[in-house]
Every structure is written in C-alpha cells, then in structure tokens.
C-alpha cells in the first residue's frame, strides 16, 4: 500500500526551527518525485518546496533561504528543513510524492505553529 506519514511538527516561537519528516511506504521511492505543501486555516494549499529524483529542488519564494528540502533514499525518507520560522508559516504541511506512474500520494499532513 503506498502511503505518506508525516512528522515533526509542533508549536515554535519565531525566530525558531522544525524539521518535517515524510517517510514513505509501498512506492519505487528512488523514482518518485517529492514536494510539501502548506494550507493554512482559509487559505489554498500551495507548494512550498519540492524535489526531484536527481535532488534538484525549488521553493516558493516567501521560503528561499530559511527552508531546505532533502531526501535519504536509503531511508525512504524526505525532509523539510524550516529555520526562522515566522508566524506566517503556521499551517498544516502535507508531504506528496508523484510516482513513476504519474500517481500522486498525499501524507495527512502535521501542524505546524509559530507564535510571535
């Protein structure tokens, strides 16, 4: 069964830091493509960073320089590494990877909060 569960969330002050982890079952791992996206309460998800099977990567610009996303293909595993974080960045961060088929799997996502 392919499946996503994310980790690592958590309430920080800003100015703070949290690394996600979205471990991954049941997929070709090393083929998959991986991003994390953010919803915030009554707002669109939206991309936040992504990467591609050769490590490439890109952000949305309101994350270039605080955030870093990484993958351990040994551990079948994507980061999402968030450093001053600000209170904007409160949201509910969901993992999704596109597969060597072209399917998109979706984590349940984990809450992340920063107060001012």
């Known amino acids: 069964q392919e499946q996503l569960v994310e980790s690592g969330g958590g309430l920080v002050q800003a100015g703070g830091s949290l690394r996600l982890s979205c471990v991954a079952s049941?997929?070709?791992?090393?083929?998959?493509?991986f991003a994390w996206y953010r919803q915030a309460p009554g707002m669109s998800r939206e991309l936040v960073a992504g990467i591609n099977r050769g490590g490439t990567t890109n952000y949305t610009d309101s994350v270039k320089g605080r955030f870093a996303i990484s993958r351990d293909n040994a551990k079948m595993t994507v980061y999402l590494e968030m450093n001053s974080l600000k209170p904007e960045d409160t949201a509910i961060y969901y993992c999704r990877a596109q597969t060597v088929f072209g399917n998109h799997i979706w984590g349940q996502g984990t809450q992340v909060t920063v107060s001012s």
């Open positions: 049941g997929i070709r791992f090393t083929f998959a493509t």
